[in-house]
């Protein structure tokens, strides 16, 4: 199935019933958020909705809710698509079988962005305010475009194919933004449109942008998506949607042709205003920052336009759904880039960028009968180099010829596996007063903070306790448990807790067991995988945070010889954690009873 538009989409999905319709009226401050949610938490259709409080146009989400359903969307191209990125990813398979791979070398060639002089686009054009204005947690600063297609030229070739096309996120109003004159983006300056502003303020010249939303959906997953180098996001996108992506020059902007609606303008060279607050994928509020501003030109809109939406929230969520799809597409690309690394996991659970666990192998010195991490090291300087990886703060490597069959997907194995071999003493190296995401409140400050990686290496040293007999003490998992500690109030008080603490345990039998929480609440992080990998690793800045029993520096190394201990507890620093409305949840589970549109789906 070829779409052409968003429309196109949703009436496939409906025949073959993977869409409901809300046909109710809802409210696009949070009601239709938490629809959202309820739904995706169901593992429930993509839902449309029909009729919007204040708004003419209808709204679309969930559409990637599922793994299934994302194939679905893109069956007619998935495999060539995959064909084309493994292509451009390993060039050399293609001259080892020229024959073989000529489809997808013409693929590419029929998916060149095309120009065109006219489009649905340009149907109608209207002011920001008659949008959908979405809003999804209370303490968002406004309405955003949470699906947004931000593209732009390179100032210095302004040739289509050195262009970016990427997903930053768009406040449409609150805060100190002039109503339909003025929106916000956030973005991280090492972005591809941070680049390109970089070189429109050396010019001392604006930054035309477009914001296109909508059109196929694998225009959007073009967005997101992490390409081989040379192969262009327009190409990508026309590839995946299997007809090529039309593109109007129109007053000096890039329109895309088949999009629902496009928003342009211009940012300003150093031109700020606060952005945020932001529900955001670590499951907090991103607060508010000074982020560019874009100077409104105009907003278009199809015939028929539908507003596509999703929620971003503590995962899993539907970005999680994305980033399973990105995989199933390009595979890993990262362990071909790094010599010895087998496989590497941004654990979503943990908010993807807080936790990285991978696998390596350790080769050097292999006459040695004393194991210990080396190679390993190696490979985790790497991994910390390596693009976003960059922003993790917690790196966890094992060694494959160790257990052939582990697997970082299988997360609560692979931390069994390094605590029974880690040593405290030996196998955790600090990187101090570095950068961690912009987003990740538990640092020092905005996009600074600390990493750790922990190497383990050999046989199985150990066998870890699988009970817990410490007052205030939870089980997690084998070898881990959650105390409950008192709220915390500051790091000077938190340091004189540590000992008074170390004192207590130095005293009680600690075999078996590798790694102590402190924690607010004890049962809440022992109730499951992924609340322990949440609160424990969006919650703890390393070096500030990990302590141990009979813990010692030589040599400007940090060890101890007892279990290791990380404060987990919520900080003063921190940011809010998203919490549902209550009389929005209700109004939701009207919908779930029966005659609701929602019936038999929550």
């Not at 060694?399 to 692979?414: A, P, V």
């Not at 600074?448 to 046989?459: P, T, Y």
């Not at 109730?527 to 424990?536: I, P």
């Amino acid at each position: 199935m070829i779409y052409k538009s968003t429309k196109d989409c949703v009436e496939d999905l409906e025949k073959h019933g993977h869409l409901i319709r809300i046909k109710e009226e809802v409210d696009p401050n949070l009601e239709m958020a938490a629809i959202h949610l309820r739904v995706f938490e169901n593992s429930g259709p993509a839902i449309l909705f029909e009729n919007i409080k204040g708004c003419k146009f209808q709204a679309i989400s969930n559409l990637f809710g599922t793994l299934e359903r994302s194939k679905f969307i893109f069956r007619n191209t998935f495999d060539k698509v995959q064909e084309l990125v493994e292509f451009k990813n390993d060039p050399i398979k293609a001259i080892k079988s020229p024959v073989k791979n000529l489809s997808t070398g013409v693929l590419a060639l029929k998916s060149l962005p095309k120009k065109v002089s006219s489009g649905p686009i340009l149907f109608n054009e209207i002011t920001i305010d008659q949008l959908p204005l979405i809003k999804c947690w209370e303490k968002d600063g406004g309405a955003f475009v949470t699906l947004p297609q931000v593209f732009s030229l390179d100032p210095s070739n302004t040739s289509i194919f050195s262009s970016n096309l990427g997903m930053y996120r768009i406040q449409l109003n609150g805060n100190d933004y002039k109503t339909n004159k003025e929106v916000g983006l956030h973005y991280q300056i090492h972005r591809g449109i941070g680049v390109h502003q970089t070189k429109a303020n050396q010019l001392g010249k604006p930054l035309k942008v477009s914001i296109f939303i909508g059109g196929s959906p694998a225009h959007t997953l073009a967005a997101v998506m992490p390409l081989p180098e040379g192969l262009s996001e327009l190409t990508f996108a026309g590839a995946l949607a299997g007809r090529r992506f039309r593109y109007i020059e129109k007053e000096g902007y890039i329109l895309s042709a088949d999009a629902d609606f496009v928003i342009t303008g211009e940012i300003y060279p150093n031109e700020t205003k606060p952005e945020g607050p932001f529900g955001d994928h670590l499951g907090y509020y991103s607060l508010i920052h000074e982020f560019p501003v874009l100077k409104v030109h105009k907003v278009y809109h199809r015939k028929d336009a539908i507003w596509p939406f999703t929620v971003v929230g503590r995962p899993p969520q539907e970005d999680t759904q994305f980033g399973a799809l990105i995989h199933e597409i390009s595979g890993s690309a990262i362990p071909k880039e790094i010599p010895g690394l087998h496989e590497v996991n941004a654990v979503d659970a943990a908010g993807v960028h807080p936790l990285l666990l991978a696998i390596g192998s350790e080769r050097y010195t292999p006459y040695q009968t004393l194991k210990q991490p080396q190679e390993l090291l190696t490979i985790a300087n790497h991994i910390l180099g390596f693009g976003q990886l960059s922003l993790a703060k917690y790196l966890f490597i094992a060694n494959k010829q160790d257990n052939e069959k582990l697997s970082t997907h299988h997360i609560k194995d692979f931390f069994i596996h390094i605590l029974e071999r880690v040593d405290w003493s030996r196998d955790i190296h600090f990187y101090t007063n570095t950068t961690i995401d912009t987003l990740d409140y538990s640092g020092t400050g905005v996009n600074q903070g600390s990493k750790v990686v922990i190497a383990a290496v050999g046989e199985k040293k150990r066998t870890l306790i699988d009970n817990c007999t410490i007052d205030n003490g939870k089980l997690v998992m084998p070898g881990v448990i959650a105390l409950n500690f008192d709220a915390f109030t500051n790091y000077e008080n938190a340091q004189k807790e540590l000992e008074t603490l170390n004192s207590k345990l130095e005293t009680i039998n600690l075999e078996g067991v590798m790694l102590f929480l402190l924690v607010d609440d004890a049962n809440f992080v022992a109730e499951n995988l992924n609340n322990f990998l949440w609160s424990t690793f969006t919650r703890s800045n390393p070096a500030q945070d990990i302590y141990g029993i009979n813990s010692f520096t030589k040599h400007k190394h940090w060890g101890c010889n007892g279990p290791l201990i990380i404060d987990a507890r919520i900080k003063p620093h921190h940011a809010p954690s998203l919490i549902k409305n209550i009389e929005i949840e209700k109004k939701v589970d009207k919908l779930g009873e029966k005659g609701g549109s929602l019936y038999g789906i929550i």
